[in-house]
């Protein structure tokens, strides 16, 4: 065969070559790769700088208090009482931003809901605005309203129903992920359950609760938390799955030790809430944050299309 003819022969062989993919958009990345053995993430990035910003808070909150300082973060309009409300404020915005731009995601309708619990959240704590304008009470709300605020969960009959159901849901969702974890899932209603890292610093709020400092020390650590990383502490031990272990009994002994401070240095017969009440919005602030990323692609992929729209539409 000459050598024209093989050439042309090679050519007509070899596959056109297509530059159509150079101008699509970039494939998603494909999901974090479980590693946990029970199919729940035991940590993600986010979850890794939230328990340590966590871990330096609670330190920080435990040197307040055994040098009796804690006074600089107790009481209203506090330091703590306004970042609390800053993060729950961010939060709602994490969730509503995929509940809008996250077009295809599963469970969008959670979001939306988480979205709206917590800017609710963050109206009842600056009392609708009357913290920031000033404004008088009304004298039918002020009448059945503890504090004479603007507000519904200071109402006396729903205080005490307010703050059960804000910590059972939290306990609800930290026995959640653990049964997931047993039972190798890793969403309830297409939503990721937090990984385990931040199921602990769930847990860890909990020091800080009204009502857990009821009897003497060695006794009033048998709550729902501690029998729960007893749990997991004891599957892991069985499984030979030494970081679910480690991360079971350091939390444990972090909330045992910060109990036995507040035993020992607390003047109060109460915890301090906005404390507890800023760890919390921590661990939610991450936890919408662990979302965000874990759907940050689609979102990503919206905004684009969005944007795209706007842009012929103006040609």
């Known amino acids: 065969m000459s050598e024209p003819r093989a050439r042309e022969q090679r050519g007509a062989d070899t596959p056109e070559l297509s530059y159509e993919h150079l101008n699509s958009a970039p494939p998603p990345p494909p999901p974090p790769r479980e590693n946990g053995r029970r199919g729940v993430l035991l940590y993600s990035k986010a979850s890794i700088y939230g328990a340590i910003f966590l871990g330096l808070n609670l330190t920080l909150l435990s040197v307040l208090l055994v040098f009796n300082a ?95 159901g804000y910590r059972m849901g939290t306990m609800l969702l930290c026995v959640a992920t653990g049964a997931a974890y047993f039972a190798r899932k890793s969403r309830v209603f297409g939503v990721p359950l937090p990984s385990f890292l931040l199921l602990g610093c769930f847990l860890v709020t909990y020091a800080y609760r009204p009502g857990d400092l009821v009897g003497v020390f060695p006794l009033s650590i048998v709550y729902g938390q501690h029998l729960l990383l007893l749990l997991f502490a004891a599957y892991a031990g069985f499984s030979r799955d030494r970081r679910l272990f480690t991360l079971s009994v350091l939390f444990l002994a972090v909330i045992v030790l910060e109990q036995f401070l507040l035993h020992q240095f607390n003047p109060r017969p109460a915890p301090p809430w906005e404390a507890g009440e800023y760890l919390f919005s921590i661990a939610c602030f991450v936890y919408a944050a662990e979302l965000f990323l874990t759907h940050r692609a689609v979102v990503e992929k919206n905004v684009r299309a969005a944007y795209r729209a706007v842009s012929q539409s103006r040609q």
């Not at 509503?96 to 959240?121: E, N, S």
């Not at 920031?132 to 009448?143: S, V």
């Open 70 to 164: 804690d006074a600089l973060y107790v009481g209203e309009d506090g330091l703590l009482e306004n970042s609390a409300t800053f993060l729950f404020f961010l939060t709602a915005l994490l969730l509503l931003a995929i509940a809008v731009l996250g077009r295809g995601a599963p469970g969008r309708w959670l979001y939306l809901l988480g979205a709206l619990a917590f800017l609710f959240a963050t109206g009842e704590e600056i009392s609708w605005g009357q913290r920031i304008l000033g404004w008088e009470t009304p004298h039918w709300l002020g009448a059945v309203n503890v504090k004479n605020e603007t507000n519904l969960h200071n109402i006396e009959w729903a205080w005490g129903p307010i703050h059960r």
